[in-house]
């Protein structure tokens, strides 16, 4: 009976895996990976690990995948196939695409030799006799707050930092989003000292840079109304070159 | 079933995933792969716990998970970031550092 | 006063006078520094006398006296010592030297009057004569080598003296390469003598010499040849020569002093001091002879066909210490440098007066164009004939004396020197022709424009000054001549030196006439003490026949030039057209020159230009710092391929490396 559920969970996990490499849709590939992780629970289940199940269940396929499926949704997912070539520089694709399975096929090899050779030959394939309590809430919290207390600890001040992280990084700066205004307010550096946030556009942009989105947006202008950009913009950028030199 | 089978189980997932971050351009898709790979190493400790008797692999799984989650949080958060700058949501098109 | 602290005031006093003109080369007006220049050579003299009264008060065996202020023994490994050796040799120089010096300091006062580097002038001169004094009295190898370098400057900066003159500076820096290169030989040659003695010191070298070294011992004769290098070189012999006729784009008075009197003489100086050396080594000794010889014969011809007074001159300097050169070669050490004294005098007087007589002309050189000077000039006409009557070997004038002094010695010694004896007289006759065809050409004849009007009492001077060489005009500010030129007819600086050298040039002879008196060698006898040549004499009578033959050949070669340039003066332009290809040959200097370019520079100049081009741009700059830059940048950018930027690239990478660890740890396991 159990080696008909692990076959059912194994194959549906794998399925999903696969899933979520081949299916050319980015939503599709997060469902695919939903499936498959509540595959994985049924076999955690299996393994008697009743509370990883759970947890998968909850957290994983609950909370992060949730998290994944707005992120998805509110990115759009670009209908990018692997190995389209949308023009321009090298890419690794083309090459990517034949070696990549091979990669793959090697490190499967790999472990199959590493499992069926002689790696296993001392484990016994039953495992241990099962202990009541194995697996259950109230081992995994004992150990918890026992043993592993500080891995414990740390994994939750690096969930703190990551939640802080992730404000951080997606939150929207001040100003408006087309013309990419800079963060905050421009320093009192003099222009033109040649730091990375300047030439990054993100500081104290000098004349050249305001002319420059001038013209962008003046550019942007132009093309709802069929005109031609203003003159001004490249003589500026021209004169203000040289003295970026030296 | 024989602990083996699981193992094997754990090993072809992870392949796959390791195959699919080669081979999507797609970053969302590559962090989804990346979970993969967790995952098959996750069911590896949960296999080696189960054959221990011990709950050390499942407490050590438990952390992989609380980490993918982190991780994930800050990947997609990048991403979003990326797509606010209005840029290619494509590891391809991004290969260089700006500044 | 001890002697060699008179020595020792020899040397300061002029070193006293340049620093203090040098030093204070803003301070003196007008012509304060010539004089305190001339004062402190005319101190130098005083002490040169007091040294030789000192000197002479030591018994004759003990007159080699040295004394040194401190030694580098310890900083240089070899015994050098800051130390002069005061003996009859270096005071019989140091009076020379700094006697004609004297005057010639005086008659500067008046030749560079109105020059705009009047205080550089005698601050370089008293250079020279600090320098030269040092060279005649230096104990050691090292100090002589040092004094020879100064003098070397000292020639370079005033044959340069007015240095926008680019025929000046042109000379200035030949002769001062030809120079170096007989640094280099003196050098080398004290090198060699260094190593087998093992000491630099003059006594202690010549005591050491004929214990180490046999006879024409080959490290002996490389060295004492090297010596001789050095000795061509500021002696100009043939083939380092071409220097001198070049050097008189320097002011007359230096010419007189440095390229007549004193500096050329350093290379007889220097084989005379070296005598123990080649006494041993008579290779180079007979090579000195041959190259003197040659020297003597080439010269005289070329001074033939000369048309500048000053070349002319010139060329019969060379001429002359060829003479000397053969002579203290050969073991005539007494009549050499009794040669070399005569010769101060009436060379250099024969200079002043050309100056004078170049002044008269405004500053024009060429005997094409002087001509009847006689009775506009009649002081400078007199002391031209004077000198020139000594230069000639005619009696009793004291060229006569000393040249046929070397003339008759080697008529003793026999066997080959006989040969370079009739040389000598060869010489001696073509000396004649051409003393007496300046003199004829300049002072006889239908009186030339400026004559007439200096006769009416009116000195000529042009309207542009302008470099008498090349004819380019000039003017007369600083690095140029001055403006105004003087004779000695007025000008009592430039009349009483010359007075004085004219009378030395009569009566200098007097102190050495055989079988009457032989004041010189009895006076250096001391510094040749040892020198198995140096008491050879022949009879008095065979001197005297020698004397007799000398002064009959001179009056030949006078009578040849009256026949030719004043009885008859079609007969010059006519042998001239007859005998063009000599004249030729003779006027283009035996195209030593030329063959110096040849040998010498062009190669030279090719060496730096592939040094420039081949070796430094391409084999240093392209192949060594350009290969070893391309091979960095090469590899960089080998490795900087592996930088995609592609994160699946990378992945891939990442993916590649972990299974390749796996198969390494599976095989290692298996």
Redesign the interface.
């Known amino acids: 009976m159990?080696?008909v559920l692990?076959f059912i969970a194994?194959i549906v996990?794998?399925a999903g895996?696969?899933g979520?490499?081949m299916l050319r849709n980015?939503f599709y590939?997060?469902l695919a990976?939903v499936c498959?992780?509540v595959a994985?629970a049924a076999?955690?289940l299996?393994?008697?690990?009743e509370?990883?199940a759970a947890?998968?269940v909850v957290?994983?396929a609950g909370?992060?995948m949730v998290?994944?499926v707005f992120?998805?949704a509110?990115?759009?997912?670009?209908d990018?196939s692997?190995?389209?070539l949308?023009g321009g520089?090298?890419?690794?694709?083309g090459a990517?695409?034949v070696?990549?399975?091979l990669?793959?096929?090697?490190?499967?090899v790999?472990?199959?030799?590493?499992?069926?050779?002689?790696a296993?030959r001392g484990?016994?394939?039953?495992?241990?006799?099962?202990?009541l309590g194995?697996?259950t809430p109230e081992?995994?919290g004992t150990?918890?707050l026992t043993r592993?207390l500080f891995?414990?600890e740390a994994?939750s001040l690096?969930?703190l930092?990551?939640?802080v992280?992730?404000?951080?990084?997606?939150r929207?700066r001040r100003g408006l989003?087309p013309d990419?205004e800079p963060v905050g307010r421009p320093r009192s550096r003099p222009a033109y000292t040649g730091t990375?946030?300047e030439?990054?556009g993100?500081l104290s942009p000098g004349r050249a840079q305001r002319a420059d989105w001038a013209a962008a947006s003046a550019d942007a202008q132009a093309e709802r109304d069929r005109r031609a950009p203003e003159p001004t913009a490249p003589a500026p950028v021209a004169a203000a070159a040289p003295e970026d030199g030296r | 079933m024989a602990i083996g089978w699981y193992l094997a189980v754990s090993a072809i997932i992870f392949c796959i995933g390791a195959v699919g971050v080669l081979v999507r351009p797609n970053p969302l898709v590559i962090l989804l792969c990346l979970e993969l790979m967790l995952n098959a190493a996750n069911l590896a400790l949960i296999a080696f716990s189960r054959m221990w008797g011990g709950p050390d692999g499942q407490v050590f799984a438990l952390i992989v998970m609380v980490v993918a989650a982190c991780e994930v949080t800050v990947g997609l958060g990048l991403i979003v970031a990326i797509y606010r700058r209005r840029l290619a949501i494509d590891v391809d098109e991004l290969n260089e550092l700006r500044g | 006063m001890s002697t060699t602290t008179w020595g020792w005031l020899i040397l300061a006093m002029p070193l006293a006078g340049t620093l203090a003109i040098a030093l204070g080369w803003r301070l003196w007006r007008g012509t304060a520094a010539g004089w305190i220049g001339s004062l402190a050579i005319a101190l130098a003299f005083a002490a040169s006398i007091g040294a030789l009264i000192s000197l002479l008060s030591h018994p004759a065996d003990h007159r080699q006296l040295t004394s040194a202020l401190w030694s580098y023994d310890f900083t240089i490994g070899v015994d050098a010592k800051l130390s002069i050796l005061v003996d009859p040799l270096s005071v019989f120089m140091a009076l020379v030297v700094s006697g004609v010096s004297t005057l010639i300091h005086v008659y500067s006062v008046s030749y560079l009057d109105s020059d705009r580097g009047f205080n550089r002038y005698f601050a370089y001169l008293n250079y020279f004569v600090f320098s030269m004094l040092l060279l005649v009295l230096a104990g050691n190898f090292v100090l002589l080598i040092v004094g020879w370098a100064f003098v070397g400057a000292a020639s370079y900066l005033l044959i340069s003296f007015w240095y926008r003159r680019r025929t000046a500076t042109a000379a200035g820096i030949k002769a001062f390469v030809i120079n170096v290169l007989g640094d280099v030989g003196l050098v080398l040659g004290t090198f060699f003598i260094l190593r087998r003695t093992g000491t630099v010191d003059f006594l202690r070298v010549f005591a050491l010499a004929p214990h180490l070294f046999e006879h024409n011992s080959t490290d002996l004769v490389a060295g004492c040849l090297l010596l001789l290098v050095g000795a061509f070189a500021k002696s100009a012999q043939v083939p380092l020569h071409t220097w001198l006729p070049d050097a008189m784009e320097g002011p007359t008075p230096v010419s007189a002093l440095i390229h007549a009197a004193t500096m050329v003489t350093a290379g007889v100086y220097l084989i005379a001091r070296m005598h123990p050396l080649f006494e041993i080594a008579t290779t180079a000794a007979d090579v000195g002879a041959i190259v003197g010889c040659l020297t003597l014969l080439i010269a005289a011809t070329i001074a033939l066909v000369q048309t500048d007074i000053k070349r002319v001159i010139a060329y019969s300097t060379m001429s002359q210490i060829g003479y000397m050169v053969m002579g203290v070669s050969v073991g005539a050490y007494s009549a050499g440098l009794f040669h070399l004294m005569t010769h101060a005098f009436f060379k250099a007087l024969l200079f002043m007066g050309a100056g004078s007589i170049i002044g008269a002309m405004g500053g024009e050189q060429s005997l094409d164009r002087m001509r009847g000077f006689r009775r506009a000039m009649p002081f400078t006409f007199l002391c031209f004939l004077v000198g020139g009557l000594a230069l000639s070997g005619i009696p009793p004038f004291s060229g006569w004396l000393s040249k046929d002094d070397i003339l008759a010695y080697l008529d003793d010694r026999g066997g080959g020197f006989v040969i370079l004896g009739i040389a000598g007289y060869v010489g001696a006759l073509l000396t004649g022709m051409y003393t007496f065809r300046m003199i004829f050409r300049a002072f006889f004849g239908e009186p030339c424009e400026e004559a007439r009007e200096l006769q009416a009492g009116h000195l000529h001077h042009p309207e542009t000054p302008y470099n008498p060489a090349t004819g380019e005009s000039e003017d007369t500010d600083v690095g140029f001549p001055g403006p105004e030129h003087h004779i000695a007819e007025r000008d009592w600086r430039m009349a009483l030196p010359m007075s004085l050298l004219a009378l030395c040039a009569l009566v200098g002879g007097l102190i050495q006439i055989p079988g009457v008196d032989d004041v010189v060698s009895r006076f250096l006898a001391p510094s040749f003490a040892g020198s198995r040549l140096y008491g050879l004499h022949g009879s008095t009578g065979t001197e005297w026949v020698g004397l007799i033959v000398g002064a009959l050949v001179g009056l030949c070669g006078v009578t040849i030039a009256y026949r030719v340039w004043l009885a008859r003066p079609q007969t010059a332009p006519q042998l001239q057209e007859r005998l063009a290809p000599v004249h030729r040959f003779l006027s283009n200097k035996w195209y030593f020159d030329e063959l110096i370019d040849a040998l010498v520079v062009r190669p030279a100049q090719w060496l730096g230009r592939f040094a420039g081009t081949v070796l430094e741009q391409g084999v240093i700059g392209g192949g060594v710092t350009g290969g070893t830059a391309g091979a960095v940048r090469a590899a960089s950018a080998a490795v900087r391929r592996a930088q995609t930027g592609f994160l699946r690239w990378y992945a891939a990478l990442m993916v590649l490396g972990l299974s390749a660890m796996a198969l390494y740890f599976l095989i290692s396991a298996a």
Not at chain 1, 74 to 78: D, H, K, L, Q, R
Not at chain 1, 110 to 118: D, F, K, R, S, Y
Not at chain 1, 123 to 131: E, L, M, Q, T
Request: glycine residues 8%.
């Open positions: 159990s080696a692990f194994a996990a794998i895996a696969l979520v490499v980015p590939s997060v990976l498959h992780l994985l076999l955690f299996l393994l008697r690990a509370f990883v947890a998968q957290v994983y909370a992060v998290l994944y992120v998805v509110y990115v759009g997912g670009t990018v692997a190995g389209r949308t520089a090298e890419r690794p694709s990517l695409r070696l990549a399975p990669f793959g096929l090697a490190i499967a790999e472990l199959c030799i590493a499992l069926l050779g002689t296993l484990i016994s394939g039953k495992g241990a006799p099962y202990v194995f697996g081992q995994i150990e918890f592993y891995p414990f994994a690096l969930l930092v990551a939640a992280g992730a404000v951080v990084l997606a929207r989003e990419e990375m946030a030439v990054a993100l």
